[in-house]
């Protein structure tokens, strides 16, 4: 009897280890997503916006490729073609066309992770793309309540972005990206209009 409450105390002690390893992991990741977004929040123009969100994405969480991909017919692509100069991004920045992101992505409501059929979402890939991926996180990006494009990080491996993982942090990241595209969006318009002519555009 002894031997059994011994074995049973044993069994307890590691199932409380578990689950405090499991929250210091999530502490962990929620504590990177925190300063990945304050990180971002006083930038003012496109290019420091996406150099530092996609470096950071990649840096603190090891994702191999993070990459935006944005539609056309939005005043966001409008303003970040006028105000940034031809291949800035690279292929860091995959442009789709509209009704092909909808198709994918819907109403942009909450992020998408994908680990098998990834032929089907091709056309966010930047183009000419050349390393494999196994499994894909596709984060909505909204201006105006409308979905404009998407965050996308890729892994080779098929288990890093699976159907019904947890995607809260995804979302908030989400939603923050979107609040520092409409500020970009503000400053890109004043600095704009301090040095075009409104009516020429010259």
């Known amino acids: 009897q002894n031997a059994n409450r011994g074995r049973e105390k044993g069994r307890l002690m590691n199932d409380v280890n ?7 992991r999530n502490e962990e990741v929620a504590r990177k997503f925190f300063e990945i977004e304050t990180s971002i929040l006083s930038i003012h123009n496109f290019r420091d916006l996406f150099e530092r969100l996609l470096t950071e994405i990649h840096e603190k969480f090891s994702v191999p ?9 939005n005043d966001v692509y409008r303003l970040l073609d006028r105000m940034t100069p031809a291949n800035t991004f690279g292929e860091r920045l995959r442009v789709i066309d509209a009704k092909v ?4 992505v819907g109403d942009g409501a909450s992020p998408i992770l994908i680990n098998e059929g990834l032929d089907r979402f091709a056309a966010l890939l930047p183009e000419g793309a050349k390393y494999p991926l196994e499994s894909l996180a596709v984060v909505p990006l909204t201006y105006d309540g409308k979905a404009i ?6 892994d080779s491996s098929p288990e890093r972005y699976a159907p019904g993982m947890e ?12 609040i520092c595209l409409s ?14 002519d409104p009516l020429t555009d010259l």
Not at 183 to 196: P, Y
Request: proline residues 0%.
């Open 18 to 24: 578990e689950i405090l390893q499991v929250i210091c």
């Open 65 to 73: 490729h993070v990459w935006v991909a944005m539609t056309e017919d």
């Open 101 to 104: 992101f909808g198709e994918l």
């Open 149 to 154: 494009g998407s965050l996308n990080l890729g």
């Open 167 to 178: 995607v809260g942090l995804l979302r908030q990241l989400s939603v923050k990206v979107s």
């Open 183 to 196: 500020n970009v969006m503000a400053h890109e318009r004043l600095a704009m209009l301090a040095f075009r």
